[in-house]
């Protein structure tokens, strides 16, 4: 098993900033890429970023250049630095991470709880 605690979200005003953490345990897995996804009401969810083990980051088109996605791999953590915030980023934001397991190899996703992220014009 794996747990995904997330943490920083709230309420903030559009043009402010805001830090989501995401902290994977888990002894029996390798963390490999980490990422976020976010879901706005009535909306599907999409990527929001995503970094590899190697530190390659992807965004979406409509955070980037806002939003940092970072990692520290020896606490097995994530990171997502959002700045110039509008009320289009609000949504529950999801942890993602692609785990491969220690002794097969295999590989699998998992989520965090989700934290919701509001944003006030």
């Known amino acids: 098993q794996v747990q995904l605690v997330e943490s920083g979200g709230g309420l903030v005003q559009a043009g402010g900033s805001l830090r989501l953490s995401c902290a994977a345990s888990?002894?029996?897995?390798?963390?490999?890429?980490m990422g976020w996804e976010r879901q706005a009401p009535g909306s599907q969810r999409e990527l929001v970023a995503r970094i590899t083990t190697a530190g390659t980051t992807n965004y979406s088109p409509s955070v980037k250049d806002r939003f940092t996605v970072s990692r520290d791999t020896a606490k097995n953590t994530a990171y997502l630095q959002m700045n110039s915030l509008k009320p289009e980023d609000t949504a529950v934001y999801y942890c993602?991470?692609?785990?491969?397991?220690?002794?097969?190899?295999?590989?699998?996703?998992?989520w965090g709880q989700g934290t919701k992220v509001t944003v006030s014009s």
């Open positions: 993602h991470v692609v785990l491969q397991n220690r002794w097969t190899g295999d590989l699998s996703d998992a």
């Open positions: 888990g002894s029996i897995f390798n963390i490999n890429d």
